[in-house]
């Protein structure tokens, strides 16, 4: 019998983290713990909370707080894996509150791997990063892409993945980093622009398009990254960089087009153009071809599949959807 791996979720609560747990437990094999700041939500985020699988324990604690917390379970449980998807994530909210960004992003990040460092029973530290730390993603933007943040966010992110890589070159720190495109998918963040125009084209309200929808985004599935991100644990060499991407990019306006189409609305009177975001950047598409021939990676679900499946979840779940709160509410 295949020896049990054991695997340590840091942001389980978030949407990638809970869908990388739900795949965790599809195989009995799998021992999974996860920590988030908040108390779990319901299955209507969690989907990992549907699985029968109860090789799963979930431990509340804030990165930025309970660091010495963190560390007396990780010495306990001695993961294999440790993944961590813990960040302030969003753009916008960024600049209101840029220190904050820098706290969790790259001052909790460094001082969880100073930590980590000399764990031995650790095979690989997966961090998630973002392509944003590149700037606007235009061509085949590779790994070796110089990073050039235009917003605070990406700026967090970009300080958090230099840190780490300080770790690697002096104490080979076996971290794997996965940067991935426009995640999207069923039980994701309301206010997230999939999942939030299915919502409004159901209560008939107009979907706003900042810019008008012209900036590319490069969508792709949330259970095809998952699957890039395990194999990025398993065989991922260590110190190396994996983008996790689809084959091409999408204009924001047109993947509503497509969600218009399929809900059968017409998209001129259900949309309507807004001022541009600030910071916003053109384009995000990246070349994965790297994640593609080391581990026979890419991604299999279409954004037509992933589209319908989005649409399906809000309308089995819309008596409990239609009840949550469709804004983006910040926690410090």
């Known amino acids: ?30 021992e999974v713990a996860g920590i988030s700041r908040s108390a779990e939500k319901s299955a209507l985020f969690l989907p990992h909370k549907n699985q029968r699988n109860a ?32 960040a ?47 700037g606007a993603c235009e061509g085949s933007v590779l790994e070796s892409a110089p990073l050039n943040p235009s917003t605070p966010y990406a700026a967090s992110k970009a300080a958090g993945d230099l840190s780490l890589f300080t770790l690697v070159k002096n104490f080979n720190f076996p971290l794997v980093m996965i940067r991935s ?21 159901k209560m008939g309200k107009t979907v706003e398009l900042h810019g008008g929808g012209a900036a590319v985004k490069s969508y792709i599935h949330v259970r095809d990254i998952s699957i890039g991100e395990l194999l990025a644990a398993r065989i991922g060499s260590i110190g190396e960089i994996y983008h996790l991407s689809p084959d091409k990019g999408i204009a924001v306006r047109d993947a509503v087009q497509i969600i218009c189409t399929k809900m059968d609305v017409d998209f001129t009177k259900a949309t309507k153009t807004v001022g541009e975001r600030l910071g916003q950047d053109a384009a ?43 804004e983006y509410v910040h926690k410090p």
């Open 1 to 30: 019998m295949r020896e049990k791996q054991k695997f340590l979720i840091i942001g389980s609560n978030s949407f990638s983290g809970s869908d990388f747990i739900d795949l965790l437990l599809d195989d009995e094999q799998n």
């Open 55 to 86: 090789n799963f324990k979930f431990y509340q604690f804030d990165l930025n707080k309970n660091l010495p917390g963190i560390i007396e379970l990780v010495d306990s449980f001695q993961p294999h894996y440790i993944v961590n998807f813990a």
């Open 88 to 134: 302030q994530s969003e753009v916008a909210p960024s600049w209101d509150n840029p220190t904050q960004w820098f706290q969790t992003n790259a001052v909790a990040v460094t001082g969880l791997a100073y930590a980590l460092k000399d764990r031995k029973f650790l095979r690989r530290y997966v961090h998630i990063s973002s392509p944003e730390v590149y």
């Open 181 to 201: 495109t426009n995640v999207y998918g069923a039980h994701q963040q309301l206010f997230k622009i999939i999942p939030r125009t299915v919502i409004y084209i």
């Open 284 to 326: 995000y598409v990246i070349d994965s071809s790297k994640a593609r021939k080391e581990f026979g990676w890419q991604p299999e679900i279409s954004f037509d599949e992933g589209i319908s499946a989005v649409v399906k979840w809000v309308e089995d779940d819309w008596e409990q959807i239609k009840g949550e709160s469709l």
